[in-house]
């Protein structure tokens, strides 16, 4: 009889993760910094929320 797979070992699909992440949002940040000789040049902050757009609709229940 075989037995089930762990789940942190079970092969998910590209689609079905895109699926997950895009149904419920996620949120990406991130810094850059560009500096020559320890003097900070260019400071860059990026933040953006991936999300579907039915996820961002009210419901009207």
């Known amino acids: 009889m075989t037995q089930p797979m762990p789940v942190a070992e079970r092969p998910v699909a590209l689609?079905?993760?895109?699926d997950r992440v895009l149904a419920g949002g996620v949120v990406v940040s991130g810094e850059l910094t560009l500096s020559i000789a320890d003097v900070d040049l260019v400071h860059i902050s990026l933040?953006?929320?991936l999300?579907?757009?039915t996820a961002l609709q009210p419901n009207d229940d």
């Open 51 to 53: 999300t579907s757009i």
């Open 47 to 49: 933040r953006t929320l």
């Open 15 to 18: 689609v079905d993760l895109l």
